[in-house]
C-alpha cells in the first residue's frame, strides 16, 4: 500500500514539474510584438519630426498618418504572406490526398517506413500505418502531420491574421500619440509614455521566454529608447540643415 502511494506521488510530481511554456507564443506573441512595432516606429517618427522643431499640429499629423500607413501596411502584409502559405499548405495537401485516393498501398507503407526509421519494431510499424489507413482523413491528417508538419484542421486565417496585426499595431501606434490628442503640446508626455508601453510590452514578453519581466521590460524600453533619440538627432540635424 505504501510503495502504491509513494509511485502516486511521483507520478502526481511528475505532472507538477512536466508542464512546458508556450514555445510558440499562441496569441500572445504576435499581438504583443505587433504593438511593440507599432509603438517603436511612430514613437521614432514622431521624435523625429519634433526634432525638426516643427508646429504641433505636423506632430499629430505625422502621428496618425504612421498610425494608418503602418497598421495598413502590416495587414496587408500579413494577409498576404499567410494567404500564401496557406494556399501553399492546400496544394500540397490535395497532392497527399491524390496519392492517397491513387495509390493506397503505397502511402501505407511509407507511413510503415517512417515509423520504423523512429525506432519502431518493423512489425509494429505496419499494423499501425494499416489500423491509422483505414480512415481516408485521418490518413490524411497523420500523412501531413508527419510529412509537411501541418495540421489540416488548424490552418491560420489570413484575414484573422489581418485583422490582429492592424489592431495591435495601430494600438501601439496610438499611444505615443494620445497625450497630443489629449492637448499636450510638448513631446515629453508622448515620450514618457511611450517608454511606459514599451516597458509594459517587454514584461508581458516575458512570459513566453524564460526571461524575468523586468529584464525583458528594461531592454525593450532602452531599444525603443534609443531608436526615438536616433530619430530625434537626425530630426534636428535635417531639420537646421533645411532651415
Same mark, same amino acid.
Given at each position: &500500500?505504501?510503495?502504491?502511494?509513494? *509511485?502516486?506521488?511521483?507520478?502526481?510530481?511528475?505532472?507538477?514539474?512536466?508542464?512546458?511554456?508556450?514555445?510558440?507564443?499562441?496569441?500572445?506573441?504576435?499581438?504583443?510584438?505587433?504593438?511593440?512595432?507599432?509603438? /517603436?516606429?511612430?514613437?521614432?517618427? &514622431?521624435?523625429?519630426?519634433?526634432?525638426?522643431?516643427?508646429?504641433?499640429?505636423?506632430?499629430?499629423?505625422?502621428?496618425?498618418?504612421?498610425?494608418?500607413?503602418?497598421?495598413?501596411? &502590416? $495587414?496587408?502584409?500579413?494577409?498576404?504572406?499567410?494567404?500564401?502559405?496557406? =494556399?501553399?499548405? =492546400?496544394?500540397?495537401?490535395?497532392?497527399?490526398?491524390? *496519392?492517397?485516393?491513387?495509390?493506397?498501398?503505397?502511402?501505407?507503407?511509407?507511413?510503415?517506413?517512417?515509423?520504423?526509421?523512429?525506432?519502431?519494431?518493423?512489425?509494429?510499424?505496419?499494423?499501425?500505418?494499416?489500423?491509422?489507413?483505414?480512415?481516408?482523413?485521418?490518413?490524411?491528417?497523420?500523412?501531413?502531420?508527419?510529412?509537411?508538419?501541418?495540421?489540416?484542421?488548424?490552418?491560420?486565417?489570413?484575414?484573422?491574421?489581418? /485583422?490582429?496585426?492592424?489592431?495591435?499595431?495601430?494600438?501601439?501606434?496610438?499611444?505615443?500619440?494620445?497625450?497630443?490628442? #489629449?492637448?499636450?503640446?510638448?513631446?515629453?508626455?508622448?515620450? #514618457?509614455?511611450?517608454?511606459?508601453?514599451?516597458?509594459?510590452?517587454?514584461?508581458?514578453? $516575458?512570459?513566453?521566454?524564460?526571461?524575468?519581466?523586468?529584464?525583458?521590460?528594461?531592454?525593450?524600453?532602452?531599444?525603443?529608447?534609443?531608436?526615438?533619440?536616433? +530619430?530625434?538627432?537626425?530630426?534636428? #540635424?535635417?531639420? +537646421?540643415?533645411?532651415?
Amino acid at each position: &500500500m505504501a510503495i502504491l502511494d509513494t *509511485e502516486a506521488t511521483l507520478h502526481e510530481a511528475h505532472r507538477d514539474n512536466h508542464t512546458h511554456r508556450d514555445v510558440n507564443g499562441g496569441w500572445l506573441r504576435p499581438a504583443v510584438f505587433g504593438a511593440m512595432d507599432g509603438l /517603436v516606429s511612430n514613437l521614432a517618427l &514622431m521624435t523625429g519630426v519634433a526634432g525638426g522643431s516643427v508646429s504641433q499640429q505636423t506632430i499629430v499629423l505625422t502621428g496618425l498618418a504612421g498610425l494608418a500607413a503602418g497598421a495598413f501596411s &502590416m $495587414a496587408a502584409g500579413e494577409y498576404t504572406s499567410v494567404a500564401s502559405q496557406r =494556399e501553399l499548405v =492546400e496544394a500540397e495537401l490535395d497532392v497527399e490526398r491524390r *496519392e492517397l485516393r491513387k495509390h493506397p498501398q503505397d502511402e501505407e507503407d511509407e507511413l510503415a517506413a517512417l515509423y520504423v526509421a523512429r525506432g519502431v519494431e518493423p512489425r509494429l510499424a505496419r499494423e499501425v500505418a494499416r489500423q491509422l489507413s483505414k480512415d481516408p482523413e485521418q490518413a490524411l491528417e497523420i500523412h501531413a502531420r508527419e510529412e509537411l508538419g501541418v495540421d489540416p484542421g488548424d490552418l491560420p486565417s489570413p484575414l484573422v491574421a489581418a /485583422v490582429s496585426s492592424f489592431g495591435s499595431f495601430a494600438l501601439g501606434a496610438l499611444l505615443p500619440l494620445l497625450p497630443y490628442l #489629449l492637448g499636450a503640446t510638448v513631446l515629453w508626455p508622448a515620450v #514618457l509614455l511611450a517608454l511606459a508601453g514599451l516597458f509594459a510590452c517587454g514584461a508581458v514578453v $516575458a512570459k513566453v521566454t524564460a526571461r524575468t519581466w523586468w529584464y525583458s521590460g528594461l531592454r525593450q524600453l532602452v531599444l525603443g529608447g534609443a531608436a526615438a533619440g536616433v +530619430t530625434y538627432a537626425l530630426g534636428t #540635424l535635417f531639420g +537646421t540643415a533645411v532651415g
